[in-house]
């Protein structure tokens, strides 16, 4: 069965600073993919990233990095020089490749970035 | 940009009561999902839906659950009966095949 735990529920830290949130992940599939979607206090789930199983590649978007490890199934988000409109929840997320592809999310990580 | 909608945006019923919740895909998305999220929680699966029938539904989705693709753009879940504890947010999304999956807005459902 798969499973996504985010163990921080919140993270305070101050404008500037550089941030990770963690996500480790259980599935029995060979191939699969991850996510990270960020809902904002406005309460819509944004997405921010797919990644393919097969691609340990780490990917980095502006200020946002992801450092993908089959090794210890992690699935690690950062975010580099933290703004206040980066405040929200951030879900990670697994799916596996059959059926319809449907989302199994973390519990969430509740990023608060103060000013 | 093409965007995910659903109406409405907050709906409040009795307990005992049928609501419907709409959802407009994005036009050429395959797949189309409901997910719901109680009040501080994680978002949980419901249902999938492809090719004018459920693909997997999860065991939150039991007899009182249904959708519906009742013509070319809306993607529908109705609940029959609606108890205390279906009060959550209910997402819909969409996707073509097997990529990623694009959020609607959500509504907030309230039951009395």
């Known amino acids: 069965a798969q499973k996504v735990t985010q163990a921080q529920t919140e993270i305070s830290v101050v404008e500037k600073e550089d941030v990770t949130l963690d996500c480790v992940y259980e599935t029995r599939d060979t191939t699969y993919y991850l996510f990270w979607y960020k809902q904002p206090p406005s309460g819509e789930l944004v997405f921010l990233i797919r990644r393919n199983s097969f691609d340990e590649q780490n990917e980095i978007s502006g200020r946002y990095s992801w450092n993908f490890q089959k090794s210890t199934s992690s699935f690690n988000f950062t975010i580099t020089a933290s703004q206040v409109v980066d405040s929200a929840v951030y879900f990670c997320?697994?799916?596996?490749?059959?059926?319809?592809?449907?989302?199994?999310f973390g519990t969430g990580t509740r990023l608060t970035v103060i000013p | 940009e093409p965007e995910v909608t659903q109406t409405p945006s907050h709906q409040v019923t009795q307990m005992g009561q049928e609501v419907i919740l709409r959802c407009v895909p994005i036009s050429n998305h395959l797949y189309f999902y409901w997910y719901r999220q109680i009040l501080g929680q994680k978002v949980e699966f419901l249902v999938s839906f492809y090719n004018n029938e459920i693909s997997e539904k999860s065991e939150i989705f039991d007899d009182q659950f249904s959708v519906e693709r009742p013509d070319g753009s809306n993607f529908t879940l109705k609940i029959r009966s609606t108890k205390l504890e279906d009060s959550a947010m209910y997402f819909c999304?969409?996707?073509?095949?097997?990529?990623?999956?694009?959020f609607g807005p959500g509504t907030r459902l309230t039951v009395l």
């Open positions: 999304a969409s996707s073509q095949a097997l990529s990623e999956q694009f």
């Open positions: 997320a697994l799916s596996d490749l059959t059926g319809a592809n449907n989302l199994f």
